[in-house]
């Protein structure tokens, strides 16, 4: 069941990277010579147009081009060089790990209470930065001092929040996490990483839903699907950085403190913008909503959960566009044809509740499904 769409962590160890430098160096090295061979030669081969021959194999499919074989090898090739891409710069973040307990960095308690005051003495030109597997900033006592320090940041001129957290439907990154912060813990206090997540979602989109309309581009969120190796908290000036441990939450461990435009700061920075840029990187309104096309009118921000492979929508605009226009049976949504139907369903719309804040009981439901399937 998906309430919202359906990483590989990695556990850094204190002192020591996971692999011995002077082989992970040679194995990163190794990694780019065999994807440069892979995407250069059978790029090079099929624009020799040497691929249009074929040739006999002995699989299942008989006869294959040649250029079909070419592609796959040149797509294995980038996934590689890819890897190698993540596999260099994670080497980076431990290089920069080591470097920053070799000079004795000061390690502080991270507290909540000063980073949100921080937020609430914000001035103009502020980008507040939260990058966390889900942050307990959104859902602990203090979750109601952070929304107001939100709101009171926005009123500044050109002032933003982003907050990138990992996303929920990354089964084997929510697993691996999950299990670095149980170890040790009894079972009864083992912590639900996914539903960590959703409520940290479901908290910023009630947040995002009470904002100015002039306001609600101001809070950005993604879902990053990439390992994150740090939790990164920056306000104005400084920002904190804690690396992920076993059996610790991010925000009750020691953190490392640096300015903003110092070496440390500046490198950590980059390490947020590389991951909130990366193309699998999902942005957090499209969790939350999608927009339909009916009567020749778009219809933006409509509330929806997928049971079953089937789009459930809500949205008030659209329902009574809906009823009042029965003419138009159909729909579009991603560019494609849909019938609708309207339903009360008790089942589904416990699905809204949990992932939509504000809604009222009995809602009226919308369920999409293809014109050819009745």
């Not at 939100?150 to 929920?168: R, S, T």
Request: contains cysteine; aromatic residues 14%; charged residues 25%.
């Amino acid at each position: 069941m998906k309430l919202f769409r359906r990483n590989f962590s990695i556990n850094i160890p204190k002192s020591k990277s996971w692999v011995p430098r002077s082989k992970s160096w040679w194995l990163s090295i190794i990694l780019f010579v065999i994807s440069i061979l892979l995407i250069v030669i059978p790029a090079h081969l099929i624009e020799q147009k040497y691929a249009q021959e074929t040739f006999i194999t002995h699989s299942a499919t008989g006869i294959i081009k040649k250029k079909i074989l070419l592609t796959i090898l040149f797509t294995i090739g980038s996934a590689i060089f890819s890897s190698w891409v993540y596999f260099v710069w994670f080497q980076k973040i431990i290089a920069k790990q080591e470097e920053l307990e070799q000079k004795a960095a000061e390690k502080i308690p991270f507290s909540k209470r000063e980073f949100i005051e921080k937020i609430e003495d914000s001035k103009s030109n502020t980008s507040i930065i939260i990058m966390e597997t889900w942050t307990e900033l959104l859902l602990d006592d203090l979750g109601e001092k952070f929304e107001k320090a939100i709101m009171k940041l926005f009123n500044h001129e050109n002032c933003g929040l982003k907050i990138l957290l990992l996303d929920p439907e990354k089964d084997d990154l929510v697993r691996e996490r999950q299990n670095a912060l149980n170890s040790g813990k009894k079972p009864s206090e083992y912590i639900n990483v996914k539903e960590k997540i959703c409520l940290s979602l479901k908290k910023i989109e009630s947040i995002i839903d009470k904002l100015d309309e002039k306001h609600k581009d101001r809070l950005e969120g993604k879902l990053y699907q990439t390992p994150p190796s740090v939790a990164i908290y920056a306000e104005q000036t400084e920002l904190r950085v804690t690396f992920f441990k076993l059996g610790k939450l991010t925000t009750s461990d020691d953190v490392i403190k640096f300015e903003r435009e110092s070496d440390g700061g500046r490198f950590f920075l980059e390490h947020f913008n590389m991951v909130w840029n990366q193309e699998k990187s999902i942005n957090m309104l499209k969790i939350f909503y999608l927009s339909v096309e009916y009567n020749a009118k778009q219809f933006d921000k409509i509330k929806y959960v997928v049971y079953e492979e089937t789009y459930y929508l809500y949205n008030l605009a659209l329902q009574y566009s809906l009823l009042n226009n029965r003419s138009q049976s159909t729909l579009f949504f991603n560019n494609e044809e849909y019938s609708f139907e309207f339903l009360h369903d008790e089942q589904i719309a416990e699905l809204f509740y949990n992932k939509y804040s504000g809604l009222g009981s009995g809602i009226l439901l919308i369920r999409l499904f293809r014109p050819d399937s009745v």
